[in-house]
């Protein structure tokens, strides 16, 4: 029995987010504006078989695969959404789930952190994989569960503001997405990524 934790699809892959995936992946790199899906599944070792499923279902490229203790996670692109969408449908098809089985998204925590400090910001830019923040900037800090949704949150929030992203990580128990820039632009940034994961269907309890 296979659990479908994450199922997000991206219809235009922002460019920040595109770049920090390319920072991270191994696989086929994805390039602004491709469409994308991420799926997460447990237990984690079956991902193989579902991006086996996708790749020869379709012209889609892989830009990561992951196992960790308990989740395993893919991602698939292409510029063509039609081929994403049926990489997805492959994937539903041999678990035999829908879309709506997936976990629905459930915000872990989120703070804003205004004018930040300079110590600060050296701390967080030793570790980051995206772009740096800068004294006197807003952080955004989101986490999300499953992890894997940050990437859409991510997405959502660079569409509707002008941000900088900072890091991501759509791997574990719970996804991390940091973002910075002015106030106006963060709250609106927060804003979208929280909408956007608040309106995703599926169930509240895992099965």
Same mark, same amino acid.
């Given at each position: 029995?296979?659990?479908?934790?994450?199922?997000?699809?991206?219809?235009?892959?922002?460019?920040?987010?595109?770049?920090?995936?390319?920072?991270?992946?191994?696989?086929? =790199?994805?390039?602004?504006?491709?469409?994308?899906?991420?799926? #997460?599944?447990?237990?984690?070792?079956?991902?193989?078989?579902? =991006?086996?499923?996708?790749?020869?279902?379709?012209?889609?490229?892989?830009?990561?695969?992951?196992? !960790?203790?308990?989740?395993?996670?893919? #991602?698939?692109?292409? #510029?063509?959404?039609?081929?994403?969408?049926?990489?997805?449908?492959?994937?539903?098809?041999?678990?035999?789930?829908?879309?709506?089985?997936?976990?629905?998204?459930?915000?872990?925590?989120?703070?804003?952190?205004?004018?930040?400090?300079?110590?600060?910001?050296?701390?967080?830019?030793?570790?980051?994989?995206?772009?740096?923040?800068?004294?006197?900037?807003?952080?955004?800090?989101?986490?999300? !569960?499953?992890?894997?949704?940050?990437?859409?949150?991510?997405?959502?929030?660079?569409?509707?503001?002008?941000?900088?992203?900072?890091?991501?990580?759509?791997?574990?128990?719970?996804?991390?997405?940091?973002?910075?820039?002015?106030?106006?632009?963060?709250?609106?940034?927060?804003?979208?990524?929280?909408?956007?994961?608040?309106?995703?269907?599926?169930?509240?309890?895992?099965?």
């Amino acid at each position: 029995m296979i659990e479908l934790r994450t199922y997000a699809f991206l219809d235009n892959l922002q460019p920040q987010l595109a770049a920090l995936v390319g920072t991270t992946s191994r696989g086929f =790199l994805p390039v602004t504006g491709v469409a994308a899906l991420w799926i #997460e599944i447990a237990p984690g070792i079956a991902i193989h078989r579902l =991006l086996d499923q996708a790749l020869k279902s379709t012209r889609c490229q892989p830009a990561t695969i992951a196992v !960790e203790r308990a989740f395993g996670i893919m #991602e698939v692109h292409h #510029e063509d959404q039609g081929e994403v969408r049926q990489a997805g449908e492959a994937v539903l098809r041999s678990i035999e789930r829908t879309e709506n089985d997936r976990m629905k998204p459930r915000l872990v925590s989120s703070q804003i952190i205004r004018s930040i400090e300079s110590y600060h910001t050296q701390l967080i830019n030793r570790t980051r994989y995206g772009s740096m923040i800068l004294p006197g900037q807003s952080l955004y800090i989101l986490e999300t !569960e499953p992890a894997a949704y940050a990437v859409l949150a991510a997405n959502e929030a660079e569409k509707a503001a002008r941000i900088q992203l900072v890091d991501m990580n759509p791997i574990g128990a719970f996804g991390r997405l940091y973002l910075a820039g002015g106030e106006a632009d963060i709250d609106a940034a927060a804003a979208a990524a929280e909408r956007c994961l608040g309106s995703l269907g599926g169930r509240t309890t895992k099965s």
